[in-house]
Nanobody, 114 residues
Framework: VQLQASGGGLVQAGGSLRLSCAVSGTISSLAFMGWYRQAAGNQRDMVASIIRSGRANYADSVKGRFTISRDNAKNTVFLQMNNLKPEDTAVYFC?????????WGQGTQVTVSS
């Protein structure tokens, strides 16, 4: 299983970005998919996650602004980020769990200017 994250960039505060995580193989076989972020000097924290049933979970800091979704036909998980804030600046990573093994994609940089 390989995960390929993309969609990061530079955006002004209040703007939007959509991150994509393309999964090699069948996404429906992954029990868990999530987006994490790591700001400089900080630990990597969970931003949003979605399980096979479609149930999503969000960090309090992004509730109401970010939406995680999965497109099984495209084997892709998305993170729609709206009303971005400077504190959302970080490297974003996607993570998947398949048969008990954790897989990480490479990071994609999101920078929000004030």
């Amino acid at each position: 299983v390989q995960l390929q994250a993309s969609g990061g960039g530079l955006v002004q505060a209040g703007g939007s970005l959509r991150l994509s995580c393309a999964v090699s193989g069948t996404i429906s076989s992954l029990a868990f998919m999530g987006w994490y972020r790591q700001a400089a000097g900080n630990q990597r924290d969970m931003v949003a996650s979605i399980i096979r049933s479609g149930r999503a979970n969000y960090a309090d800091s992004v509730k109401g602004r970010f939406t995680i979704s999965r497109d099984n036909a495209k084997n892709t998980v998305f993170l729609q980020m709206n009303n971005l804030k400077p504190e959302d600046t970080a490297v974003y990573f996607c993570r998947g769990i398949y048969e008990g093994t954790v897989y990480w994609g490479q990071g994609t940089q999101v920078t929000v200017s004030s």
